[in-house]
């Protein structure tokens, strides 16, 4: 799979949109890019994925780049509660469901 | 939306001892399912590939003869610790892909396991 890099740490103020980016730029034809997120002590939830549409749903917006060597997750109106985690991975559909995790970036969200 | 539960949440046990966790999917069928091992400050390490109805796939240097899988069905994995040690303490995670067409091969986690072995 694809490796992704992604900034350490942000922090974004309660309220504003947070937008975390994540390069992928050796992503191949056949994969998508998913994000997940962990919040302290829980296991990882699902946020949203993306092949080379923009996508959105009620959690967030991804924005992927034509070249989709990079893409954007925003959360639109950022809350305390979205402090966590916040992990991009590249993988194929064809993939059992094999997740390679990196080291994602620590939102850290301030009132 | 899809759910997969682990028990217990957490466990303390005593050095030497084996412990089981379990992996359940609730709402969908998962012929694959995933163990992950994380420490404190750390990402999430994948352990190995449970597969139902054959052996599980260990990823380089994870004993398999000490992290015991079995995917007895198509809802259920386990994971026994055997003869756990401290250096064993940690946060277990498993995951499962919901294979269903309106899931769109999302994956779903746990919400994990704290072992604590003294």
């Known amino acids: 799979d694809a490796k992704t890099t992604q900034p350490p740490s942000m922090d974004c103020a309660e309220g504003r949109a947070a937008n975390l980016p994540c390069n992928h730029s050796t992503i191949s034809g056949n994969e998508y890019v998913y994000w997940y997120r962990q919040i302290h002590s829980q296991g990882p939830q699902y946020i949203i994925h993306?092949?080379?549409n923009n996508e959105t749903n009620e959690m967030a917006s991804l924005i992927i780049t034509e070249d989709r060597k990079s893409s954007t997750l925003i959360l639109p109106h950022a809350t305390l509660r979205d402090t966590a985690v916040y992990y991009c991975?590249?993988?194929?559909?064809?993939?059992?469901?094999?997740?390679?995790f990196g080291q994602g970036t620590t939102l850290q969200v301030k009132p | 939306g899809a759910v997969v539960s682990q028990h217990p949440s957490w466990v303390i046990c005593k050095s030497g001892t084996s412990v089981k966790i379990e992996c359940r999917s609730l709402?969908?069928?998962?012929?694959?399912m995933f163990w992950y091992r994380q420490f404190p400050k750390q990402s999430l390490m994948l352990m190995a590939t449970?597969?139902?109805?054959?052996?599980?796939?260990?990823e380089q240097g994870v004993e398999k003869d000490k992290f015991l899988i079995n995917h007895a069905s198509l809802t259920l994995s386990t994971l026994t610790v055997t003869s756990a040690h401290p250096e064993d303490s940690s946060f277990y995670i498993c995951?499962?892909?919901?294979?269903?067409?309106?899931?769109?091969?999302?994956?779903?986690f746990g919400e994990g396991s704290w072992l604590t072995v003294v």
């Open positions: 991975i590249v993988r194929p559909t064809s993939n059992t469901g094999k997740l390679i």
């Open positions: 995951s499962a892909k919901d294979r269903s067409w309106f899931a769109g091969n999302t994956i779903y």
């Open positions: 709402d969908f069928q998962a012929t694959t």
């Open positions: 449970s597969n139902e109805g054959s052996k599980a796939t260990y």
């Open positions: 993306g092949l080379k």
